[in-house]
Protein backbone atom coordinates (compact mmCIF):
# COMPACT_ATOMS: atom_id res chain seq x y z
CA UNK A 1 0.00 0.00 0.00
CA UNK A 2 1.09 3.15 -0.78
CA UNK A 3 0.13 6.49 1.19
CA UNK A 4 -1.31 9.45 0.48
CA UNK A 5 1.12 12.22 -0.63
CA UNK A 6 1.98 15.03 3.00
CA UNK A 7 0.03 18.02 1.96
CA UNK A 8 2.05 19.61 4.33
CA UNK A 9 4.66 19.07 7.10
CA UNK A 10 4.51 17.50 9.77
CA UNK A 11 2.33 14.44 8.62
CA UNK A 12 -0.58 13.72 10.60
CA UNK A 13 -1.54 9.74 11.58
CA UNK A 14 -4.20 9.02 14.00
CA UNK A 15 -4.82 6.19 14.76
CA UNK A 16 -8.22 4.73 15.88
CA UNK A 17 -9.97 2.24 17.80
CA UNK A 18 -13.58 1.90 19.41
CA UNK A 19 -12.75 3.44 23.43
CA UNK A 20 -9.09 4.74 23.07
CA UNK A 21 -8.04 2.91 26.04
CA UNK A 22 -5.92 -0.03 24.64
CA UNK A 23 -5.50 -0.96 20.91
CA UNK A 24 -5.08 3.36 19.60
CA UNK A 25 -3.15 4.06 22.27
CA UNK A 26 -0.39 1.04 22.02
CA UNK A 27 -0.73 2.13 18.48
CA UNK A 28 0.19 5.90 18.76
CA UNK A 29 2.57 5.36 21.13
CA UNK A 30 4.98 2.43 19.23
CA UNK A 31 4.64 4.70 16.07
CA UNK A 32 5.38 7.72 17.34
CA UNK A 33 8.19 6.08 18.80
CA UNK A 34 9.38 4.67 15.95
CA UNK A 35 8.97 8.18 13.78
CA UNK A 36 11.14 9.54 16.81
CA UNK A 37 13.95 7.28 16.21
CA UNK A 38 14.55 7.63 12.36
CA UNK A 39 13.71 11.37 12.80
CA UNK A 40 10.51 11.31 10.64
CA UNK A 41 8.56 14.65 10.91
CA UNK A 42 5.24 12.42 11.86
CA UNK A 43 2.78 14.17 14.44
CA UNK A 44 0.95 10.75 16.32
CA UNK A 45 -1.92 10.89 17.55
CA UNK A 46 -4.73 8.72 18.43
CA UNK A 47 -8.76 8.55 19.55
CA UNK A 48 -11.79 6.33 19.56
CA UNK A 49 -14.98 5.96 18.24
CA UNK A 50 -17.07 5.83 20.94
CA UNK A 51 -16.52 8.16 23.96
CA UNK A 52 -16.95 5.93 26.72
CA UNK A 53 -13.52 6.71 28.12
CA UNK A 54 -12.91 10.64 27.12
CA UNK A 55 -10.52 11.66 30.13
CA UNK A 56 -9.04 8.47 31.13
CA UNK A 57 -5.74 7.07 30.92
CA UNK A 58 -5.08 3.57 28.76
CA UNK A 59 -6.36 0.81 30.43
CA UNK A 60 -3.43 -0.46 33.28
CA UNK A 61 -2.52 -3.64 31.31
CA UNK A 62 -2.03 -1.77 28.69
CA UNK A 63 0.03 0.69 30.13
CA UNK A 64 2.34 -2.27 32.00
CA UNK A 65 2.79 -3.79 28.81
CA UNK A 66 4.11 -0.71 27.08
CA UNK A 67 6.96 -0.03 29.79
CA UNK A 68 7.40 -3.94 30.18
CA UNK A 69 8.71 -3.39 26.23
CA UNK A 70 10.43 -0.25 27.22
CA UNK A 71 7.66 1.92 25.84
CA UNK A 72 5.97 5.10 27.90
CA UNK A 73 2.00 5.25 27.44
CA UNK A 74 1.42 7.35 30.51
CA UNK A 75 1.01 10.56 28.89
CA UNK A 76 -2.07 9.38 26.68
CA UNK A 77 -5.94 10.24 27.70
CA UNK A 78 -8.90 9.19 25.46
CA UNK A 79 -10.40 11.07 23.13
CA UNK A 80 -13.37 10.84 20.74
CA UNK A 81 -12.58 11.15 17.26
CA UNK A 82 -13.53 14.34 16.02
CA UNK A 83 -14.64 14.02 11.70
CA UNK A 84 -13.66 18.20 11.87
CA UNK A 85 -10.11 16.54 12.37
CA UNK A 86 -9.92 15.03 8.69
CA UNK A 87 -9.45 18.32 7.72
CA UNK A 88 -5.99 18.37 9.47
CA UNK A 89 -4.96 14.63 9.23
CA UNK A 90 -2.92 12.68 6.28
CA UNK A 91 -3.89 9.77 7.76
CA UNK A 92 -6.34 7.40 9.99
CA UNK A 93 -5.29 4.66 10.57
CA UNK A 94 -8.55 1.99 11.75
CA UNK A 95 -7.54 -0.71 14.44
CA UNK A 96 -10.45 -2.64 13.02
CA UNK A 97 -12.95 -3.38 10.49
CA UNK A 98 -15.96 -1.90 12.56
CA UNK A 99 -13.91 1.40 12.58
CA UNK A 100 -12.82 1.27 9.33
CA UNK A 101 -16.69 1.51 8.15
CA UNK A 102 -17.38 4.19 11.01
CA UNK A 103 -14.38 6.49 10.23
CA UNK A 104 -15.22 6.48 6.12
CA UNK A 105 -18.79 6.44 6.95
CA UNK A 106 -18.00 10.12 9.44
CA UNK A 107 -15.61 11.44 6.49
CA UNK A 108 -17.01 14.32 4.72
CA UNK A 109 -15.59 13.95 0.93
CA UNK A 110 -14.06 10.96 -1.13
CA UNK A 111 -11.00 12.95 -0.68
CA UNK A 112 -10.81 12.28 3.46
CA UNK A 113 -12.38 8.47 2.73
CA UNK A 114 -8.92 7.58 1.09
CA UNK A 115 -7.18 8.90 3.61
CA UNK A 116 -8.40 5.96 6.10
CA UNK A 117 -7.12 2.55 6.16
CA UNK A 118 -6.30 -0.43 8.45
CA UNK A 119 -2.94 -0.36 10.16
CA UNK A 120 -2.31 -3.99 9.66
CA UNK A 121 -2.59 -3.84 5.67
CA UNK A 122 1.00 -1.82 6.27
CA UNK A 123 2.22 -5.32 7.45
CA UNK A 124 3.19 -7.99 4.77
CA UNK A 125 3.85 -10.33 7.25
CA UNK A 126 -0.37 -10.12 8.03
CA UNK A 127 -2.05 -13.88 7.60
CA UNK A 128 -4.63 -12.23 6.47
CA UNK A 129 -6.74 -11.45 9.57
CA UNK A 130 -6.18 -7.16 9.38
CA UNK A 131 -7.91 -6.45 12.61
CA UNK A 132 -5.29 -6.29 15.82
CA UNK A 133 -7.25 -8.17 18.73
CA UNK A 134 -8.68 -6.14 20.92
CA UNK A 135 -7.50 -7.90 24.25
CA UNK A 136 -9.86 -5.56 26.41
CA UNK A 137 -11.50 -8.19 27.42
CA UNK A 138 -8.49 -11.04 28.13
CA UNK A 139 -5.82 -11.27 30.45
CA UNK A 140 -2.03 -9.81 30.22
CA UNK A 141 -1.25 -12.16 27.49
CA UNK A 142 -3.48 -10.65 25.06
CA UNK A 143 -2.05 -6.98 25.11
CA UNK A 144 1.62 -8.20 24.45
CA UNK A 145 -0.22 -10.19 21.58
CA UNK A 146 -1.78 -7.02 20.62
CA UNK A 147 1.87 -5.18 20.71
CA UNK A 148 3.23 -7.44 18.82
CA UNK A 149 0.87 -7.03 16.26
CA UNK A 150 1.05 -3.71 15.93
CA UNK A 151 4.86 -3.60 16.10
CA UNK A 152 4.56 -5.64 13.04
CA UNK A 153 2.25 -3.22 11.15
CA UNK A 154 4.29 -0.01 12.44
CA UNK A 155 7.36 -1.64 10.79
CA UNK A 156 5.23 -1.21 7.83
CA UNK A 157 3.86 1.87 7.84
CA UNK A 158 7.16 3.30 8.92
CA UNK A 159 8.63 1.98 5.35
CA UNK A 160 5.85 3.59 3.69
CA UNK A 161 6.46 6.93 5.55
CA UNK A 162 9.71 6.94 4.93
CA UNK A 163 9.06 6.84 0.83
CA UNK A 164 6.19 9.32 0.82
CA UNK A 165 8.29 11.81 3.17
CA UNK A 166 11.20 11.38 1.19
Known amino acids: MSLPAP ?5 RVCMVCLGNICRS ?14 ALPVLVDSAGTGSWHVGEQADPRA ?30 LALDQTNLADLRRLAPDPQARDRVHLLRSF ?18 AGFDETLAVVEAAVAGLVRELRAALA
Open 7 to 11: RRLPY
Open 25 to 38: PIAAVVLAARVAEQ
Open 63 to 92: RATLRRFGYDGEAHRARQFDPSWFAELDLV
Open 123 to 140: DPSSPGELAVPDPYYGDA
